[in-house]
């Protein structure tokens, strides 16, 4: 069982950044393909980004290219999302998701077989 935890969130006035950050217990996520997703209460969970764990190949939502950026650390152990320009609207619960395979679907939450608790990010206006 890989347990996956997010760290990084909390507030920030819109324009700010942050920087979020996912780890997996016990091990290093270099093997594993990553999404980040988000999820406001009763709304559907949202694909932010991924990131491939071969090549490295990044994917962004709209809503978020340019800003946001996905990418390993050096070690690879975690995969860190940092975010900048951050608007109001990008107020939401963040979760970071880990599958050891490959799916072309990777903006769907049913590809990924772990997640963390999530880290709640809120911009202010």
């Known amino acids: 069982q890989v347990q996956v935890v997010e760290s990084g969130g909390g507030p920030v006035q819109a324009g700010g950044s942050l920087r979020l950050s996912c780890a997996a217990s016990g091990r290093t996520l270099s093997t594993y393909f990553v999404g980040w997703f988000r999820q406001a209460p009763g709304q559907e969970r949202e694909f932010v980004a991924a990131?491939?764990?071969?090549?490295?190949?990044?994917y962004y939502a709209d809503s978020v290219k340019g800003r946001f950026t996905i990418s390993r650390d050096n070690a690879k152990i975690t995969v860190d999302l940092q975010m900048n320009s951050l608007k109001p609207e990008d107020t939401d619960v963040y979760y970071c998701?880990?599958?050891?395979?490959?799916?072309?679907?990777?903006?769907?939450?049913?590809?990924?077989?772990?997640w963390g608790q999530g880290t709640q990010v809120t911009v202010s206006s």
């Open positions: 998701a880990a599958t050891p395979n490959y799916s072309r679907n990777y903006v769907a939450g049913v590809s990924y077989d772990y």
């Open positions: 990131i491939s764990w071969r090549s490295d190949i990044t």
